[in-house]
């Protein structure tokens, strides 16, 4: 049997000779595996609903092979579950009792899975919108503390969008949880401050129609970050 795979691979130019050594099997179209950073990195993405920090972080993920820990992703079925278990909508995402009650825990969760990856020595990509956190300067100091802590370099970022860009996209994504902010999107707009900056280092990508590819801008972000703490991939 191995005789005859060998034939077959031979016949489709992936088998040579090594002189001393025998036959050996190449496949140049295999990726090699990017050596892992002496120290992991840690990216986290806000930004309000819509604003497609979910798709930077994807777009991020497949360039880099680090870990994508989104909040929806990995809290949100429990989120909804808890919700209807108290007699709400599986959907609200506006009450105080979700704002008090279930969106502290999410975020303990979304930090936990991150701790986990860098005691694993994974660099990580955080996406979540990060509004309360990313203002929250003793949230912002433990936090960089953490990454500190296994030797990882933290990165802010802020992906802002413009309203009608924003209301393209939360349409688009036809997600049940956007149906109040849809339903109300003047008063939900007027609640929110699309100038709104972290008051820490960050960087800001700019996801509006009018901005520059998505992807390109991603491309630079991963330079950014590489050149800032001096390693390569």
């Known amino acids: 049997m191995i005789n005859d795979a060998m034939s077959i691979l031979s016949e489709e130019g992936l088998v040579e000779t090594i002189p001393r050594v025998g036959r ?20 986290f993405i806000g930004g309000y609903a819509g604003c497609g920090k979910s798709e930077l972080g994807r777009i991020i993920a497949r360039e880099t092979g680090w870990a994508l820990l989104d909040k929806d992703s990995l809290t949100r079925p429990v989120v909804e579950s ?7 909508s599986p959907h609200d995402r506006e009450s105080d009792f979700y704002l008090t009650s279930i969106r502290p825990r999410e975020y303990e969760s979304l930090i936990n899975t991150l ?39 933290a990165t802010f970022v802020w992906v802002y969008c413009d309203a009608d860009t924003m209301h393209t996209y939360v349409r688009h994504r036809g997600a049940a949880r956007d149906a109040a902010k849809l339903a109300n999107w003047t008063e ?5 401050d699309l100038e709104f900056r972290p008051p820490v280092p960050h960087v800001v990508v700019n996801n509006s129609a009018s901005s520059e590819p998505l992807q390109k801008q991603a491309q630079e972000l991963i330079k950014l970050v590489e050149e800032n703490d001096g390693s390569g991939k």
């Open 82 to 88: 808890a919700l209807e278990l108290v007699g709400r």
């Open 24 to 43: 050996a099997v190449r496949a140049p179209e295999q990726a090699s595996t990017p050596p892992r950073p002496v120290a992991p990195r840690v990216m």
């Open 188 to 192: 939900y707009l007027a609640g929110i």
């Open 115 to 153: 701790v986990e990856n860098l005691q694993c020595g994974n660099s990580s990509i955080v996406t979540a919108p990060f509004v309360r956190e990313f203002v929250d300067m003793a949230w912002v100091s433990r936090i960089q503390a953490t990454c500190k802590d296994f030797g990882a370099s």
